[in-house]
């Protein structure tokens, strides 16, 4: 038997093009009972990062299928994706009264190139991608208007870049600083106005220090934590820690002295992820103390109670805020009330690129020690299952649960009960399912795979 290799699959008009290890999926994409063909690069270390994932629907049978190309963007060009990495960051930058949001990224693929001993090298640069906020203080909407602002990928160096912005010399305008991978500062400055901002490049390395040298992955955050009437600094690094520089000079003239390399003793390490932390700190201030929210390597995110005077360098760990690891690895905040509704929401990203937004609802914190829903006895069955499912739980409240497929959407959702705990499922379409199981009663959610036959 001859064989022959197709180098155009799947066809010669649109043939899977992705500079390194492509990944291909069989499923149903549009729910109309034929397997379509999703691509996408699968090499995290030397992949074009960003705006790749080949949809190709089938317009053959599942026997014979006939793949026809419909999008080289499936998802992603109805939600963000920054690259590899995503650190989102708020501040208003054009004094309107509107929060706008800055998402910066680890790195895109600027090209790849073999050495003399055949070893596969990419270059990769950072960018921070600008969104400004064109809606009111109760309902906020967000226009790109930038993937490139300040114009930080004409620095071939920059990696790893982390905004910040505040004004350190009095004139109104904001200044920039963006931490990166090599573990330096830079400072850039505003030559345009306020509402049409223009940042250059004025100093790199700005924050001279030894001790700043020695760390990787700079992230730094503004905020005046003495109530001195001047910016300090707080910097969270690849080691999981932060370092406190207190501005000892003027509204016009700062001047940074590092206080605190190891600041309150905090970690962000997770060791069941790995022995680096990369804190992300996020400063805020709530009834009128300041506080420390953090993202960190395994994806959880921290938080911290200053304790009378951030010299004193005491902090305590706010356990009632809870966000889990199911926002992706090497998070980051931004934590702003971006609706004016009195709650402050939440901005998450991660390493995959994209960000996760969280509404502030009123809290509900309780004296009453709550059972953790993922060390309950809950189990489905049967599953696989074709027409109905049952829940059996050793909770005697009532089970929220929601039914989502794998392109994010909620299928069906309800409660179930000890009374009632069956879920019909009859008219789902036949595939692979995520169901969401919570209770008032429990803290946490969990998470089961349903399968539908």
Known sequence: MSKTIDYKFPNNNNPIDIYSNPACYILNVDSDSLKDLLVCASDGASMKNNNKIYYYKNTGTNNIPSYN???????????IDVGEGSFP????????????????????????????????HSVFYSTISFYKNIGTKANPAFKLITKDFANLSLHEDLINAYPAFGDIDNDGKAELIIGDLKGT??????????????????EQNWIKSSNLSSYRNLTPAFCDFNSDGVLDLIIGNKNGTFLYF???????????????????NISTVDTDYSYFGYSVPCIIKDENKNKIFSGSYSGN????????DINDGLVEPDTFFIANKINGYQSSIALYDFDNNGFLDMIIGNYA????YYKGIKNVKQNIKKTDINNCQISLFPNPATTDIFVKSNLNSTIHYEIINLMGEIIKKGDINSSQNKINILNLQIGIYIIKLYSNETKGILFKKLIII
Do not use: M, W
Request: glycine share 8%; hydrophobic share 35%.
């Open 69 to 79: 190309l419909q999008s080289k963007q499936f998802l992603l060009d109805k939600t």
């Open 89 to 120: 960051v708020s501040y208003d930058i054009n004094n309107d009264g509107l929060i706008d949001l800055f998402i910066s990224n680890s790195g895109l693929h600027r090209e790849s190139y073999l050495d003399s001993n055949s070893i596969l």
């Open 185 to 202: 500062i830079d400072l850039y400055k505003n030559t345009g106005t306020i509402t049409n901002p223009n940042y250059q490049l004025i």
């Open 246 to 264: 207190k501005n000892k000079g003027t509204k016009s003239n700062p001047v940074f002295e590092l206080q605190s390399s190891k600041f309150g």
């Open 301 to 308: 995110i921290y938080a911290f109670n200053i304790i009378n």
């Open 353 to 356: 690129g994209g960000v996760n």
